[in-house]
């Protein structure tokens, strides 16, 4: 039995040092969070006028890229209406959404990810003057 209370109480002690290891700063294996939002084109009215409203639009089809350094960690596409849901690792990550058509353009935005659900909104450049 004591051989059982011996092991029992190394593997408890290995786990608590390799919690000890891991920095507030590192990714948590296993823990992820969700971004959403909205990919918007902007501005859509080649003369905009007081009075006269012209907000940006939904862009179908944006691609969104979840970057860490050099590294893709997650990609979608937009809906209809622009939305766009990902699931990533905590940690920290530059959005990038790059509209599709003529005019390429990218909006990027830093998020942190962790438990909390976070919310953005991106507009990329209509290229319209």
Not at 12 to 37: E, K, M, N, R, Y
Request: glycine fraction near 10%; proline fraction near 7%.
């Amino acid at each position: 039995m004591s051989e059982v209370k011996h092991s029992v109480w190394a593997l408890l002690a290995a786990v608590v040092w390799l919690c000890a290891c891991t920095s507030p700063d590192s990714p948590v294996t296993g823990h992820s969070g969700v971004v959403t939002g909205f990919v918007l084109t902007g501005p859509v009215c080649p003369v905009e006028r007081v009075g006269q409203e012209c907000p940006p639009r939904p862009v179908s089809g944006a691609a969104v890229v979840a970057m860490d350094g050099d590294a893709a960690r997650g990609s979608t596409q937009t809906d209809s209406t622009g939305a766009f849901h990902l699931t990533l690792p905590d940690g920290r990550y530059v959005l990038r959404a790059t509209n599709i058509g003529g005019y390429a353009s990218t909006a990027t935005e830093l998020v942190v990810i962790s438990d909390t659900p976070v919310h953005v909104t991106l507009v990329v450049d209509t290229g319209i003057r």
